[in-house]
């Protein structure tokens, strides 16, 4: 279970900048600085030309975070970033077969967590209520996708039949979800969000992995810091154009997207260990960081993709919004 965010907070200011949640700011921007660079021609121009607006975006949520003694903010929001998937083993849960409904997951955990007897969260020793919940990022992925589909789904509307200052204020609304949805998307790439070992291995420990709690600071951003910006010239030369996606067969309680965040995020939890690994045989710092590079610049790249991915596909797939269509409809029959 991940231990408690107050802690992790201490830890924060004792040991790395308070902004350390994630890619940093610089990591996250790169992420959609390549997304962008993949999109087709046929993308809605717009976006290309908030290119700047995207890119600041993308440190947005981490923003709610940073200095924020708002225990309901930081509540709903801070989960948002991560997915502990080696908690759910204890709840008998497998990722595969989660609803996609966030607040029944919520339920579920609460009912497995009674059947098996295990403790209870201690209200007292957890201010911002967070203990016993391994987190939401695949289901913020779900929900943020959504939301980028919804606002491609009116602007095709209003571009159809409202006035100028309302397409702009849509294509202002999508250019606000599509920098939202790529935060998550690029924090699912940080492995050491998808693991309660999330900063420095937690408890047994037979393979002698760090413990240091500086750990994931220097992923997310140290690492490149001491040792050289990511090379953006090469990775963008690495991507693929974006595509459709291809989705897995939905659910009546997973929608195929779901099922798609939820393989992406369990895909980055099986390189929790061999990331501690490379740490451990010294491939992540120094004169033998190659290796380490490699692979963190893979991450980046990899959030790219699927970020690119994602914004076209619902570009893409937004079917029109029928009842702003119906409104407008009317309200240009009854204008003079
Ligand atoms: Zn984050």
């Known amino acids: 279970m991940r231990s408690h965010l107050l802690s992790l907070f201490i830890a924060s200011i004792a040991f790395v900048p308070a902004s350390s949640w994630a890619w940093d700011y610089e990591r996250h921007r790169l992420v959609n600085d390549l997304a962008l660079g993949t999109l087709p021609k046929d993308f809605p121009a717009f976006a290309q030309a908030a290119k700047e607006r995207i890119l600041f975006l993308s440190g947005e949520p981490d923003r709610w975070r940073n200095n924020n003694s708002d225990r309901a903010l930081r509540h709903t929001n801070n989960p948002d970033h991560y997915f502990d998937v080696d908690d759910l083993p204890a709840y008998g849960l497998k990722p595969e077969l989660l609803s996609h409904f ?92 998808t693991t309660r070992h999330f900063n420095g291995w937690k408890g047994e420990n037979p393979k002698g992995y760090t413990t240091r709690p500086t750990f994931h600071a220097w992923i997310d951003g140290n690492f490149f810091k001491a040792n050289g910006a990511p090379d953006a010239e090469a990775l963008r030369k690495s991507l693929r154009p974006a595509k459709r996606l291809e989705t897995p067969v939905a659910r009546d309680d997973a929608s195929g997207h779901f099922q798609l965040a939820m393989q992406y995020v369990t895909g980055q939890f099986k390189l929790v260990e061999p990331l501690y690994e490379l740490e451990k045989a010294g491939k992540l710092s120094g004169e033998n960081a190659k290796e380490g590079r490699a692979f963190l610049e893979a991450q980046l790249g990899k959030a790219s993709q699927l970020l690119a991915d994602m914004w076209y596909t619902a570009w893409l797939d937004a079917p029109p919004d029928r009842f702003l269509q119906s409104y407008l409809s009317e309200r240009k029959l009854k204008k003079p």
């Open 102 to 193: 966030r607040y029944e997951f919520v339920a579920r955990l609460a009912l497995e967590r009674k059947a098996r007897n295990l403790p209870e969260p201690k209200p007292s020793a957890n201010l911002d209520r967070l203990d016993g919940l391994p987190g939401f990022l695949p289901w913020s992925i779900t929900e943020q996708y959504g939301k980028v589909r919804s606002s491609f789904s009116y602007l095709k509307v209003f571009v159809e039949l409202g006035t100028p200052e309302e397409i702009a204020n849509a294509q202002a609304n999508v250019v606000y979800q599509m920098g939202v949805l790529s935060h998550y998307i690029g924090d699912a790439a940080q492995p050491l969000h």
